[in-house]
Each structure stands twice: as C-alpha cells, then as structure tokens.
C-alpha cells in the first residue's frame, strides 16, 4: 500500500496531541535545578514530511535543552569520522537494560551502547579528539545546523554550568571506563566531559528537531534542503540504536509497543523517525519512571495504534 499523504496524518496528531496533553502524571527532572524550574505544563509536537511540510502544536518555537537526544547525533559524527569497526572497539551495541546512568559496562569493559551516559560520553572522545575543544564543539554545532535545515543550535549556559557541578556519576562512569582501558589512547578525560555537558546543553525547539529526525527518516537527505549529510551505513547504524537501545531501559517494551526508532531526553525531548515517512519531535518535561517523556511516549503508543507505522505492523 502507499504510505499515508501528510494531508491524511496531519489531522490524526493534531487529535493525539489535544488527547495526550491531558495526561498529568510523570514528574520533571530533578537532578539540576534548571531542569526543576521546568513548567510541566508545556508541551509541543512537530512533524516534519519527507517532501519538506512541516506542522506543529504547543509551545513549538520554545527551544529545550537536548540532554539525550544529542547522543544519536554524536554517534553518526563518530561513524561519519572513523568508521563502525573502529567506534565500536569502544562501545557496544547491546541494550543495557539498566538506568540511563548506571554505572556499569559490558562483559569486554564497553559501555553497553552509544546511547546511555557511558555510551554518550564515550562518543564524545571520538569526536575530532585531534582538535581542539572549541572547534570540536563547533564541528558538532555545524552538524545540528546542517541536520535541522540551517537553524544552529542554542546553549543553555545555566543548564551547561550545573550539568558540570552535578557530575559526580558521570565523572564515576568516565573514570571507570578509563580503568577498563576502554577509551582511544590519548584521551582528555576532562576535555570529553566537558564536551558532554556542552552537548547535552545545546537548545533546540520541536520544529528544528523534527527536521532532524526527518533527515534521519529519509535516508540522511535533509528534506528542506537536499543535503546529504549521512551515508548510508551511518544511517542504518544509528537507527538501530535508536530502535533497540534510544528509550533507556525501556526500549525494549518501546519496541515492542511503537515499533520505531526514537532517541528521548530527561529534558523531556523525544525524537520519533518513520522511515520514508517522516520525523516527529516532542517536548513535555514531565517523566516517568525511566526518565522518559510521559506524554511524548503516550503519543507515539496512540500514534501507531491508529497507523500501521510500526516496523512489523503487516501493511494492509
Ligand atoms: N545530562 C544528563 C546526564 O548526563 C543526560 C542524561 C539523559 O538525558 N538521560 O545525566
């Protein structure tokens, strides 16, 4: 069958996004303060098309910090760079089925994926490690610029200074793999941490986000530009990831329930790819359990139980 026309979705998620705002459970993150000041009441959806027609609810053009969801685009910068043999002699592939920050590796002393803080933090000391850190902040800016249609990313610098000043598992998690002798030779602890907290404190808004995912749903070609910014190895990579390993310790049932590559962050950021369909961002700070976004995942639930989007669903 074809795929549905935007025309046809387009009502549907304006009805799930009126439908799933009320849902009132979940708590924001409290691991900093910026992210406690968080309103629990916003929320924003934005869909991206693969022939470039965009759409949006909600607070769309608020930009939120990115937390998690800088890490799928830190892992093609690392494919892009040295290949996937050489990135993952250094990190996983395998869900890790344990909290986002826990601290624990695999059986070879890898972070189980690049997806989870060990993981995130990993990828970040692959990421031109020959330059220096400004211009190595500035490469993955570039990126996000060429991936979201021109807007470059924001910085939330309070978000930024108390990420470094809360650090402590993280710190725990870089050292531990430095004890496991899992980082590239030559790696600036300080220097990978630091560009850690940079990323996850880069803003971006629903709108932009969705033309990332859409980027990534339709083979890494921008759909507003045309660029191609992914091969397609890098792609196919990256969307695994995110099919298996994006929604935490979730991701499991997330694959089974959705059925589709998805990246969230504890900011509330959740970043949903249909292949050759579209790309969808959504931001609701409220959390569950997991740390992931409790509208953003009612959403993407309703979403494929209405459309055959799930990867398996047989088409009709
Ligand atoms: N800044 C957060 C951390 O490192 C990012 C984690 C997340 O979004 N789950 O703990």
Redo the contacts with the bound molecule.
């Keep these: 069958m074809n795929p549905p026309k935007p025309e046809q979705i387009l009502p549907l998620l304006a009805e799930l996004y009126q439908t799933t705002a009320s849902q009132n459970e979940g708590r924001v993150a409290s691991?900093i303060p910026q992210l406690a000041k968080a309103n629990p009441a916003h929320y924003a959806v934005a869909v991206c098309f693969a022939d470039g027609s965009q759409a949006s609810w909600g607070q769309a053009d608020l930009a939120f910090c990115l937390?998690?969801?800088c890490k799928p685009v830190n892992y093609c910068l690392t494919l892009e760079e040295h290949g996937e043999d050489k990135v993952h002699q250094h990190v996983g592939f395998e869900p890790s089925g344990q909290v986002?920050?826990a601290l624990t590796l695999n059986s070879q002393g890898l972070p189980h994926n690049p997806l989870i803080?060990a993981g995130?933090i990993m990828c970040c000391s692959l990421i031109r490690p020959q330059l220096k850190l400004p211009d190595r902040f500035e490469a993955i800016t570039q990126f996000w610029s060429e991936l979201s249609g021109g807007s470059p990313p924001g910085f939330d610098n309070a978000v930024y200074q108390s990420?470094r000043q809360s650090?402590d598992?993280?710190h725990a998690l870089a050292y531990f793999m430095r004890e496991n002798k899992a980082f590239p030779t030559d790696t600036d602890l300080e220097e990978t941490l630091e560009l850690?907290?940079q990323c996850?404190s880069l803003t971006l808004n629903v709108q932009d986000l969705a033309v990332v995912a859409a980027t990534l749903a339709q083979g890494g070609k921008n759909p507003l530009t045309g660029q191609t910014l992914l091969q397609p190895r890098t792609l196919r990579n990256c969307l695994t990831v995110m099919a298996t390993c994006g929604m935490?310790n979730f991701s499991g049932e997330f694959a089974f329930k959705i059925g589709l590559p998805a990246k969230?962050?504890?900011?509330g950021g959740l970043m949903l790819v249909v292949p050759g369909l579209m790309g969808l961002a959504l931001w609701s700070p409220p959390l569950d359990s997991y740390?992931n976004s409790v509208r953003g995942v009612a959403f993407c639930r309703e979403l494929v139980n209405r459309l055959p989007l799930h990867v398996y669903a047989p088409k009709p």
């Excluded at 969230?264 to 900011?267: A, E, K, L, M």
């Design positions: 691991y937390q998690s969801v986002f920050n803080n995130g990420e650090a598992r993280n850690y907290f996850c935490y969230s962050g504890v900011s740390g």
